[in-house]
């Protein structure tokens, strides 16, 4: 009995010394960190964290005073500017829930091989953790900002790109992501945010104008190295040749010729607009007599959620019409993402030498040196098929005049 | 009564000790082809292992209530029948430490970081020289309870990062990979599979020795069976180059599970499942470690020697190496040692003892019959 005593106590006492307690971290003793800015100052990095306050450590009353803290330090590596905050800062950063790392542009532009490494490797960081680009700016310009709703501009921003899928301006990726494209020699485009100035509204406010964030767009990456920028409506292309492209908006315009029966008993205007609910993209590259070429096949089915021109929609021959033209509009956004792809940046952001590598892997060898080189004047065949699926809770827009004689053939 | 061990457990062992090494540093994706087509040298290597491991399975058919270190003393005479029952107890033992090093190294890396490695080590022994202790039965009774828990908590885990799989990541299908290199991959990887040595180990304690062959077939396609799925759903997930670059490739694919915002950073659970496994693993090597140096020394199972020496041993051997270095990272450096072990004790041993058998069948039976 005696001995069965001190073998549970022994027990009993090393379950409590391995029950995480020795690597416990207080809350009151780390500075929990939203949002990490990455810069250059010379040849050292300039670490800018956004720390959340605690609540409780606020003397004010809820909801006054700020609740994040800026904190910024230097060192040569990560790691050692991360710990050199703690020489002004009185709390160690936690980085276990830091939500977005942003990289200043001329970081971006030098390569970002060296810092990646920190944040895969340590235990703190996540994976999951966003990564983009301050386009045009250092990193640290473009925190601080808060423009919505959300408690801290860190997540602020964190919920900026996750609202990229109402438009597909723009894209989320995660330091996962990247590293699954980095590491198998694909090229990344990562998402990017500016400030830009707003008229302020609030007439409460001093200021005329207000700073906001905006994360249209997308930061080209070639290898670990920025070496553009996708605007919003070529990010649609992106993310349509991605196979990314939902809840998405399809704005065209159709001729006035569609509309020159209807009676107008108010104003139209120029553009259609199509919700996309369903997309799939197929991309192959076939081999046409010795040549590459890449076949993308793109099915839609979306919904005509604005129609500013004033179509008689109820008719089939119309639909059609629309449905073309949509389809017209998605074949633009490609091109122009694929154009700027080969002729700008000679670089291939899609994976395209991947669909290679998959149906011609022998062909993929002798040529996966010189693909950079070759990807530039691919040839490419696009066909899109739009099915246009809803048309909202009206029949007729409400600036033309019912066709009575079109009821009479519905009832 | 002599205790007695029931298939299904003997089963759950055997995939869960297999299992434990994939979930942790996933040796798989440093062999040969080192590309997309990994799974397919898993399930290759089922064949392989099915029939590198076929002698120790003849063997333990004809000698079906004596464990490896009694049949060898039969066949080579006590002195030179101890002697190689001496070198399996080192090497079951040389497993333990294995397996012991890489679950310390990796509860010091991913979770306890802060904690001393004499904590985490004394904390493990004490749980796995205390499972010993407790003899063949309750070891294999507990291994029944645990075994269903951990799988099931790898099963969900596989199921949960969904969200991220890019089946595109499989393709082109071997074509980037020779049938060399696919062969010598799937033979490579039957060499990290040890647990057969259970079955000759445990063998007297089964309680229907029938089922030998079904244990054997079983305990080679489940684990590995499991492990091809773990291997797919990882690099549909992660990315064969990402998973080469990662130490623990498994705690990499789940620290990037997000299931609809609602399932993430569940790291924890598989770490539940880490210790299981690891727990099962080194427990039983160091019990059959332990059964074969009391069976060498001629003693039962109320021998309180044997098991605190080999326990203590295992306690410095792994203190030792793991404060001196990383186990993960210069376990290259030792694979020769470990392949050479393999052949030697996997494969030429159970094949030369084969052949002592059949020269000595004859007389065998004469001695049995008398």
Redesign the interface.
């Known amino acids: 009995m005696r001995y069965k005593s001190i073998?549970l106590s022994?027990?009993l006492i090393?379950?409590v010394?391995?029950s995480?307690c020795?690597?416990s971290q207080e809350i009151e003793d780390v500075g929990i960190v939203l949002a990490t800015g990455i810069d250059m100052e010379g040849d050292k990095y300039l670490l800018t964290h956004e720390v959340i306050v605690p609540k409780s450590s606020v003397s004010d009353k809820i909801g006054q005073g700020p609740n994040v803290q800026y904190v910024q330090s230097k060192g040569d590596t990560i790691i050692d500017a991360l710990r050199n905050a703690s020489l002004v800062f009185d709390k160690k950063l936690f980085l276990a829930h830091n939500r977005v790392i942003i990289l200043g542009e001329d970081l971006a532009k030098r390569g970002i091989g060296d810092i990646i490494n920190f944040y895969v490797s340590d235990?703190e960081p996540?994976?999951?953790t966003l990564l983009l680009v301050a386009k045009g700016s250092p990193a640290h310009e473009v925190m601080g900002i808060k423009g919505g709703l959300s408690d801290t501009p860190g997540k602020y921003l964190f919920d900026l790109l996750e609202n990229h899928r109402f438009n597909l301006k723009a894209r989320d990726l995660?330091l996962?992501e990247f590293?699954?494209y980095f590491?198998?020699?694909e090229n990344v485009v990562v998402s990017t945010v500016q400030k830009i100035e707003q008229k302020e509204i609030d007439k409460e406010e001093e200021k005329p104008n207000r700073t906001i964030l905006d994360v249209t767009g997308g930061a080209v990456f070639r290898k670990d190295r920025l070496i553009g920028y996708y605007t919003g409506d070529e990010m649609k292309g992106f993310n349509f040749l991605i196979d990314e492209f939902e809840n998405g908006l399809i704005i065209f315009k159709m001729s006035d010729e569609v509309v020159k029966d209807n009676k107008f008993v108010a104003r139209s205007g120029q553009y259609l607009v199509v919700e996309v609910k369903a997309s799939k993209t197929k991309s192959k590259v076939e081999l046409v007599e010795d040549k590459l070429l890449l076949k993308i096949d793109v099915n839609i089915e979306g919904v005509l959620i604005e129609d500013t021109k004033g179509l008689n929609i109820s008719s089939q021959a119309m639909l059609e019409a629309v449905r073309s033209a949509c389809a017209k509009k998605v074949e633009e956004y490609i091109v122009r993402t694929l154009e700027k792809s080969q002729k700008e940046f000679k670089t291939d952001t899609f994976s395209i030498g991947?669909l290679v590598?998959?149906?011609y892997?022998?062909l993929w060898k002798e040529i996966s040196d010189d693909w950079e080189s070759i990807f530039p004047d691919l040839d490419y065949k696009i066909n899109v098929k739009v099915d246009v699926i809803r048309v909202g809770l009206i029949n007729t827009p409400v600036n033309i005049e019912i066709d009575e004689e079109r009821l009479k053939e519905n009832k | 009564m002599k205790p007695t061990i029931t298939s299904r457990q003997l089963v759950a062992l055997m995939t869960t000790s297999r299992i434990a090494l994939a979930i942790s540093i996933m040796p798989t994706i440093n062999i040969p082809p080192h590309n997309q087509d990994t799974w397919i040298v898993v399930l290759l290597s089922i064949v392989y292992t099915h029939i590198l491991l076929a002698p120790l399975l003849f063997l333990a058919n004809r000698f079906k209530d004596q464990s490896m270190i009694g049949y060898l003393e039969v066949l080579y005479g006590k002195t030179i029948g101890r002697i190689i029952g001496c070198l399996y107890g080192l090497y079951f033992l040389t497993n333990a430490f294995n397996a012991s090093t890489l679950q310390s190294e990796l509860v010091s890396?991913?979770?306890?970081?802060?904690?001393?490695e004499y904590?985490?080590v004394?904390?493990m022994m004490?749980t796995c020289i205390?499972s010993v202790s407790r003899g063949v039965e309750a070891s294999l009774r507990s291994v029944e309870v645990l075994a269903p828990v951990a799988l099931g908590i790898i099963v969900i885990l596989l199921l949960f990062g969904i969200n991220?799989f890019?089946y595109?990541l499989l393709?082109?299908i071997l074509?980037?990979s020779s049938l060399i290199d696919v062969n010598l991959g799937a033979l490579e990887l039957s060499s990290f599979y040890s647990e057969m040595f259970y079955l000759t180990m445990l063998i007297p304690y089964l309680d229907d020795k029938d089922d030998i062959n079904k244990i054997y077939i079983k305990s080679i396609v489940y684990p590995l069976g499991l492990l091809a799925i773990i291997v797919i759903i990882c690099q549909i997930s992660?990315?064969?180059?990402?998973m080469e670059?990662s130490n623990f490739p498994f705690l990499?694919y789940v620290?990037?599970i997000?299931l609809f915002e609602l399932v993430?950073?569940i790291d924890s659970i598989a770490v539940v499942a880490w210790i299981m496994t690891s727990l099962i693993r080194v427990s039983a090597f160091l019990l059959i470690s332990v059964l074969a140096f009391r069976e060498i020394l001629e003693k039962d199972e109320r021998d309180k020697i044997i098991l605190p020496i080999l326990g203590l041993i295992l306690a410095i051997m792994t203190f030792w190496s793991i404060s001196s270095r990383s186990v993960i990272i210069y376990r290259g450096d030792y694979n020769l040692i470990r392949v050479i072990l393999f052949v030697g004790l996997t494969i030429v041993v159970p094949i030369l003892t084969c052949i002592v058998y059949f020269f000595r069948r004859k007389s065998l039976e004469d001695t049995l019959s008398q």
């Open positions: 073998i022994i027990i090393i379950a010394l391995l995480s020795t690597s235990v996540r994976e999951s995660t996962n590293l699954r590491l198998a020699g991947n590598h998959i149906s892997p022998d | 890396t991913s979770i306890l970081f802060d904690t001393p904590l985490i004394i904390g004490i205390y991220n890019k595109y393709l082109p074509s980037d992660l990315g064969v180059d990402h670059h990499l620290r990037s997000d993430e950073r």
